[in-house]
């Protein structure tokens, strides 16, 4: 039975950051040129900074839940001919629910996710070319849309310390949506890598 094998453990609290990088495809290109990141795909890179709370055991794996935040940023995009300093922008949040596994590598935890949430970004928007225009506005302002972004996620901590982990990859795919209108594509492929270090209080 399923809750003969459920149970209590002692809760662990993780705090983390990690350096992400992800590729936005399916994007559609505005400008009447050559978009800047062409095929439809754009790679920001940016950190996210979370935290997780494992709060209960079911058999071999530990569950519990999720939250991290971040920004992307990229020189690139697959929308404009533009370029420059953070032209594409992401900031996103998402929560979700996580299962780490116990394995007899001890020091090892692999670990797997699905998440949700919201993301604000213009990557799907061009460049204000009136604005452009003006002798005024040489740097004009983007537009930014939001989406409901989910997103399902693979990876693994090293223990290094009985209190820090090192986190060597993590592996995501996923979508966002646009929600309410804009330009251009109204959905966005996502598929990140990323690393970092993990902050462990409990057991």
């Given at each position: 039975?399923v809750?003969?094998?459920a ?8 705090l ?18 050559a ?6 795909d754009v ?7 979370g935290v997780?709370?494992?709060?209960r055991?079911?058999?071999p794996?530990?569950?519990g839940?999720?939250?991290?935040a971040?920004?992307?940023h990229?020189?690139r995009s ?11 922008s992401?900031q996103?949040?998402?929560?979700g629910l996580?299962?780490s ?9 692999p670990?797997?996710?699905i ?27 983007r537009t ?10 693979v990876?693994?901590?090293i223990?290094?310390?009985?209190f ?10 996923g ?5 309410g ?6 959905s ?11 902050l462990?209080?409990g057991?």
């Open positions: 039975m809750f003969g094998l149970g209590t453990a002692r809760a662990q609290l993780g983390y950051g990690m350096y992400t990088g992800t590729e936005m495809s399916g994007v559609q290109c505005l400008s009447t040129t978009c800047s990141s062409p095929n439809g790679r920001p890179w940016g950190g996210f900074g997780y709370y494992d709060f055991n079911i058999g794996v530990r569950i839940v999720d939250l991290r971040g920004g992307l990229s020189n697959a929308s404009s001919s533009a370029g420059g300093s953070n032209i594409v992401a996103t949040f998402l929560g996580r299962g596994i116990k394995t007899p590598i001890t020091w090892l935890s670990y797997a996710q998440s949700a949430g919201y993301t604000r970004s213009n990557v799907t928007e061009p460049v204000n070319l009136a604005l452009a225009t003006s002798s005024t506005n040489s740097n004009p302002p930014y849309d939001g989406f409901i972004a989910y997103e399902g996620f990876g693994a901590d223990h290094v310390f009985p820090l982990d090192v986190r060597p990859i993590e592996l995501g795919i979508n966002m949506n646009r929600v209108t804009g330009n251009g594509s109204t966005v492929g996502l598929l990140s890598i990323g690393a970092g270090v993990v462990r209080i057991h």
